[in-house]
Nanobody, 124 residues
Framework: QVQLVESGGGLAQAGGSLTLSCTAS????????MGWLRQIPGKEREFVAF????????VYGDSVRGRFTISRDNAKTTVHLQMNSLKPEDTAVYYC?????????????????WGQGTQVTVSS
């Protein structure tokens, strides 16, 4: 069992930056591949970014590639999402998710564990 706790959401202006963090605790949290997905009310969750358990594989959604950067700390239990050049359309609830395994996971149905979500609001 893995518990995920997100932090760092909030309000930013268009063009600004925010950093989200997600800490995994519990059973070998460092060995889980992790991702960020976001959701706007009334819409499906959208893939944002993925990082493998080793940090060697990183994948980004089309709408954030080149603006967002995913990373994990040396202990591999905390994953960060650096969000630059924010746009109003980045406004959403951002969820951290995890799954044990070395494949690349992008679909919400592929993740086994979820954080509670953190709101990001970008004003124009």
């Amino acid at each position: 069992q893995v518990q995920l706790v997100e932090s760092g959401g909030g309000l930013a202006q268009a063009g600004g930056s925010l950093t989200l963090s997600c800490t995994a605790s519990g059973n070998h949290g460092y060995s889980y591949s992790m991702g960020w997905l976001r959701q706007i009310p009334g819409k499906e969750r959208e893939f944002v970014a993925f990082i493998s358990w080793s940090g060697g594989n990183k994948v980004y959604g089309d709408s954030v590639r080149g603006r967002f950067t995913i990373s994990r700390d040396n202990a591999k239990t905390t994953v960060h999402l650096q969000m630059n050049s924010l746009k109003p359309e980045d406004t959403a609830v951002y969820y951290c998710a995890a799954r044990w395994g070395s494949q690349i996971f992008k679909d919400e149905t592929q993740f086994d564990y979820w954080g509670q979500g953190t709101q990001v609001t970008v004003s124009s």
